[in-house]
């Protein structure tokens, strides 16, 4: 007997694909979409300016790379802020809802645990956002994201998961429903094709 490959219809579940390959032309694009979108959501970073940020982007090939793979999956990333000690910015996931990189367990652990079964999920977030070198929202940076918009209104993100839920099992989502920002929890191996996960980067 065939095993199956996916869950609820059986049709095969797409691996997410990640690719950090990205040319000087596609570079000089991404860095004009990534302008337009800052100077259009000032309400975002309203004390920002864009020429620091274009600077720090160019004197790093690697944090394009890692905005490439956050905008061809979906993310349409922007600055959220600033971290004054560390002098850098905040990128963040900004799609009105969970970016394209869905049907995803939590971690390779809970990924694991369908394959015994013959179910096979896109992949999962903890090695996805380590392959586009960014990290999870936690609760309280998901809840400052929030903050700045209203995100998650008919899907939901994956989010790190404190170490005690982890160990029991466990992992933590979030979304806005009823004009209210909710975190949940489920099981790690859990998937769906409506929730995806929210990454940052720091530049």
């Avoid at 300016?49 to 956050?70: F, H, V, Y």
């Avoid at 015994?116 to 998901?142: C, R, S, T, W």
């Avoid at 099992?169 to 975190?183: E, I, Q, S």
Wanted: with cysteine; net charge negative.
């Amino acid at each position: 007997m065939a095993k199956s490959t996916g869950k609820g219809s059986g049709k095969p579940i797409p691996q997410v694909e990640i690719d950090l390959n990205i040319s000087a032309a596609d570079g000089k694009l991404l860095m004009r979409v990534l302008q337009e979108r800052f100077e259009n959501n000032m309400s975002r970073h309203a004390k920002l300016d864009w020429t620091p940020i274009q600077a720090k982007l160019e004197a790093r090939a690697g944090n394009l790379a890692s905005l490439q793979a956050m905008e061809s999956t979906g993310g349409e990333p922007d600055v959220i802020g600033y971290e004054e000690d560390q002098d850098k910015y905040i990128f963040c996931d900004c799609s009105a809802e969970s970016p394209n990189r869905r049907s995803i367990c939590y971690d390779r652990a809970g990924e694991e645990e369908r394959e015994k079964k013959g179910v096979f999920p896109g992949g999962n977030a903890i090695d996805l956002a380590h392959a586009m070198g960014i990290e999870l929202l936690d609760e309280n940076q998901y809840r400052e994201l929030q903050a700045l918009g209203s995100f998650d209104l008919k899907t939901s993100s994956w989010i790190q998961a404190p170490h005690v839920i982890r160990k029991l099992g466990g992992a933590l989502f979030g979304d806005r429903r009823y004009d209210n920002v909710f975190v949940y929890h489920n099981g790690a191996q859990s998937f769906y094709s409506s929730r995806g996960f929210r990454g940052r980067l720091l530049v």
